[in-house]
């Protein structure tokens, strides 16, 4: 049935006039070209964009600079080692200085790193990583290298809110206005870089001892939602292999010994081993600070930051399912060019409006959000559901993860054609408020697998169903107070949205036009920071619980609800 319901597209047709008019610049030229060619589907699958970033972090390092100036100076000492394929310039809030170096081929980053000296002025632990910092240089060599303009420098951090703002205000239409808040605010590639080399670093410190070792960046890192300066999620191989995958050299006669934990297995094991890797992380690695250890969630996780990359992390080890859960993800973006844009505004309204915070809690997580989107986007069929993937996979789509979940489905897109859905980016962002404002959250939940609405299974206010693991719900933290919430906001929006689109056809009275009335103060004087809401906050050590995402005593909840109630409808 599903595979009816998405039936595949093989005649193609020119645009609607309306279409045509928007499809000038953005992410909407990219659909306008999709609709001419089927050959413009992606063509990077998940497993070769993975191993393009890890291969790019092998051959990068990052060289801490006194400023600018120094390029030419380490331009000149890195050629001593190799051909240079880019340079990135990167700041910190032009604090911190940094060069990131990507050169050739790997063997000239290792040259690099060993060609380098242990520092003298702290009692660090000698450690060689692919993180350096270039001393100033004394004796100038008169006459000699030219001086190469530095690259500009690049940040990890989204748009000023002036710009952006200046730039959804300039926009030509809502659907415009949309992509360029995708543009100016999704991680750029300096950002996905400096994830990997983290990542990298981690990965290199411990292959001493693991050679099979792998820190795998999986969440909004890789999956394609992500924004600038969001965080990285990774997850931490020791060698165990995934089905499917074999050891080299099987047959050999010598086997190496290995550590017998006869007095914990399983779980209590993943945890002591977290247990060693955060120390080894928070005493001998250079760069990380606030180590955290949640080690009784139901995935354990370390918290930390990486004060070089500026990246915050969280790593587990034991979170395959994720992993292939981001790979769905980064297919459904791919599928087609509007999902991504209309995540990103969905996530920006919802922090706006204060449904979403850093903090993870009793409110809807970003990751919700998105899979709420892309039931919406199933219903308009312009995504496939999980069950019509399912249903396409080849033998090379098989995954199963060590603890027996089945994770196959098609990862080939150029075997799907593309949606017959033409609507704009604005149409579906209306059709995304008016769909919820009805939606029934109190007795259906969503299934991503079906791509249709399910009756819930157990008792919770808000239900979506995990498409990995599928006895789990994937918001079972958010509370009926941040349900009721979440339910009178989009009503709210739903309603603005039929005004925007009055004013859309009768001319624009004020310049903060169009969806931005939906991400605007009250005196539009700039974006809507919501306050974050102490009361609303609880530490993140007790959120965790062995179920998932739950809480192992329900907690009372603080805020009157009513205070929210619409002004209006
Ligand atoms: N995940 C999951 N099941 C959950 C929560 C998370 O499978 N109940 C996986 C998803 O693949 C998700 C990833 O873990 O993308 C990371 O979770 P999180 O950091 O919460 O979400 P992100 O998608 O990374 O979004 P954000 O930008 O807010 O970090
Ligand atoms: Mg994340």
Redesign the pocket.
């Known amino acids: 049935m599903a595979l009816r319901m998405f039936k595949f597209c093989t005649v193609l047709r020119s645009l609607p006039m309306r279409r045509q008019r928007q499809c000038f610049s953005g992410p909407l030229s990219i659909l306008a070209k999709r609709k001419f060619s089927s050959e413009t589907r992606s063509l990077q699958s998940f497993d070769e964009m993975i191993d393009m970033r890890r291969g790019q972090a092998q051959r990068s390092v990052l060289v801490q600079v006194y400023s600018g100036n120094s390029y030419s100076d380490l331009s000149e000492l890195c050629h001593e080692f190799g051909k240079v394929r880019e340079t990135f310039y990167y700041t910190t809030n032009e604090e911190l200085h940094f060069m990131l170096v990507e050169f050739e081929s790997k063997e000239s980053a290792r040259k690099m790193m060993d060609s380098a000296t242990f520092g003298q002025q702290m009692p660090a632990v000698p450690c060689v990583t692919p993180f350096l910092w270039m001393r100033a240089n004394n004796i100038k060599k008169a006459g000699k290298g030219t001086l190469c303009p530095c690259p500009e420098a690049v940040s990890d951090s989204e748009a000023k809110p002036e710009e952006i703002l200046h730039q959804m205000r300039s926009a030509q239409s809502i659907s415009q206005q949309i992509s360029v808040l995708r543009n100016l605010t999704k991680m750029a590639d300096v950002g996905t870089r400096l994830r990997f080399l983290t990542a990298r670093q981690l990965e290199m410190s411990l292959s001493g001892a693991f050679p099979l070792i792998k820190a795998l960046p999986?969440?909004?890192?890789v999956?394609g939602?992500?924004?600038a300066g969001?965080?990285l999620?990774l997850v931490l191989q020791l060698g165990g292999l995934e089905e499917g995958q074999e050891i080299k050299s099987q047959g050999s006669r010598l086997v190496y010994h290995g550590k017998n934990n006869q007095s914990c297995n399983g779980r209590a094991l993943v945890q002591r081993h977290m247990e060693v890797i955060a120390d080894f992380i928070q005493h001998m690695l250079p760069g990380f600070s606030k180590i955290q250890r949640i080690l009784h969630a139901r995935v354990p996780i370390i918290k930390f930051r990486h004060d070089l990359t500026m990246v915050e992390c969280?790593l587990s080890m034991t979170?395959m399912?994720?992993l292939y859960?981001?790979e769905l993800?980064y297919l459904m973006g791919e599928i087609d060019s509007r999902v991504r844009p209309l995540v990103c505004f969905v996530r920006k309204w919802a922090q706006s409006n204060g449904l979403t915070n850093q903090t993870p809690g009793r409110w809807i997580?970003?990751?919700s959000l998105?899979l709420l989107t892309i039931f919406y986007l199933q219903k308009k069929m312009v995504l496939p559901s999980l069950g019509t993937l399912i249903h396409l996979a080849g033998p090379n789509d098989k995954r199963m993860t060590a603890d027996g979940i089945n994770c196959t489905f098609l990862r080939d897109l150029s075997n799907l054609s593309i949606s017959k859905n033409e609507e704009t980016l604005a149409e579906l962002l209306t059709g995304f408020f008016d769909f919820y404002a009805g939606f029934d959250f109190a007795s259906k939940g969503l299934s991503l697998v079906s791509g249709k609405e399910m009756p819930k299974p157990e008792h919770c206010p808000l239900y979506i169903e995990?498409p990995?693991e599928r006895y789990?719900n994937?918001s079972k933290n958010v509370s009926p107070e941040e349900t009721v919430r979440l339910q009178v906001e989009l009503r709210n929006s739903s309603w603005l949205l039929e005004q925007i689109q009055d004013e859309e056809q009768n001319g624009r009275e004020s310049q903060n036009w169009g969806v931005l009335k939906l991400l605007l103060k009250s005196d539009t004087s700039g974006f809507k920071v919501p306050k974050p809401k102490t009361f609303r906050l609880v530490q993140v050590k007790d959120l965790f619980s062995e179920q998932?995402?739950g809480f192992s005593q329900p907690r009372p909840f603080l805020r009157d609800v009513n205070k929210s109630k619409p002004k209006r409808r």
């Open positions: 999986f969440g909004s890192s999956n939602f992500g924004k969001c965080d999620d969280d979170n399912t994720a859960m981001s993800l997580s970003n990751f998105t995990n990995m789990l994937v998932e995402n």
